[in-house]
Structure formats: C-alpha cells, structure tokens
C-alpha cells in the first residue's frame, strides 16, 4: 500500500476534540486504510488564535511544544487546512533567526499536511470507496487554498463516493466570515460574509454542504440554520471515510441517539 510503514501524527486539533471527535475518528480510519501507522501525540492548541492577535510570545511557546510532540513522525496530518498551515507557513516565521528552533521547525513545516493534501498528493489515493447518497457542494476555507494550496485534492476523492453528486459553489474562493477571532472581533462584517456564502451554498440546491475545516462549516451551519434552511453541513473525512452515523454538524441527535450517548457515558 502507498502509505505502507509510514508513521503518521495526527493533529487532531481543539474544534476536533472538542466539537466534533468523529472528524478525528474518519481522520484516522482513512490514513490506516491506506496503509499508514497512525499515532495521536498528547497535544493542544496549534497557537493560530495567539498568532493571529499578535500575541507572537504565546504562539511561539505553543509551536515548540506542538513540534517537540510530533517531530519524531514521518508526516503530521491534519484534518484542517487553518492547522496544517499555520504549522507549514507560519511557524517557520515564528522561530525565524533563532538557530536552535528555526531548523526544527522549517523540518516540521516540510512533513505537514492537510488530510486531503496528504492522501493524493503524497499517497496517491484515488478512491476511498465510500457512497453517499444526494448531492453536495463543497466550501474551500481560505487557509486550505492559500496557505495549503489545496484545491482538487477533496473534489478528487469526492469524485470517487459512489451516489454522490458535487455541485460547484458560486464565489467559492471568497471567505465564509469566520476566520477564527476575526468573527469576534467583527461580528457585523462577519455575519455579511456568512449571509453571502450560505446564500451561494443555497443556490446549488445541493442536499449537503462539504469542507475540510470545522471552524468555517459551523459557521456556516449556523447561518444555515438561522434562515431555516435544511442542508446538511459535514466534514469531508466523515464522508470520505463512509462515517455518517452522526448527525450533521449543527443538528440535533435523535431521541434514541441522545440516550444511546448518556448510557456510553455511564
């Protein structure tokens, strides 16, 4: 298998964990599917919120603990491009200069990944043999496109889940609002980008809308929501990986899916 023997960090990160763990779940089943040996190091924060208020100090001191957890991997994947790029652009900034820290992390930088990146670009996957009902359009996060580069790798592995239709989003490069601390910082200006993106994500009249950072679909889930649309909004790995028994992001669990949980919990 092309991933045969390689040992991959997955960097789960915080809205993963914290919000939606079945990404980091579809994450790992499909990086061992093809062939890779993943290993989920103890972690935190990647330190985008610190880095993009300036607070470099903060940042900086997070950096060197995410890259001394996961710098014995071969690869670090992430199912975000807003995580991957802050480790492959922006940390390589932070420890600019310093000789200790800066070849650490121009190496870190070199082996990280956004999930979709490191399964074509590096692997070579063309299909993940999922099926998935209905049409679906898909939102590229800034940080994926820019900082990432990644565009055709999702709709190439999309193209491949068999019953599934991908519809193209008007003004698809154009930020959905959230941007992290941006959408705190400047709510208004925020609410007119995401009103204009679910508006775009309407008009496909697709079933579900996809995307690789869970920042950018819960925002957009919620406006979704607010106007009463009925899409479903899901990270491109659950599809991918064939794991759709949760619920979309943003809907609520069934009755016998909520004390399913609670007994798990017992």
Known sequence: MAGSGKR????VTCLVDLIRPSVGFAAVKLLERAGCVVEVPQQSCCGQPAFNSGDRATARAIAEQVIAAFEHCDYIVAPSGSCAGQARVHYPELFEGDPNWQPRADAFAAKTYELTQFLVGLLGVTSTEARCDGAATY???????????????????????EGLTLRELSDGETCCGFGGTFCVKYPDISNAMVTKKAANVAATDADMLLGGDLGCLMNIAGKLAREGRVIAVRHVAEVLAGQLDQPPIGAAAKPEERSEATEASR
């Open 139 to 161: 939102h590229d996060s800034c940080s994926s496109l820019r900082d990432c580069g990644v565009r055709e790798e999702p709709r190439k592995l999309l193209g491949s889940v």
């Open 8 to 11: 991959v960090g997955l960097l």
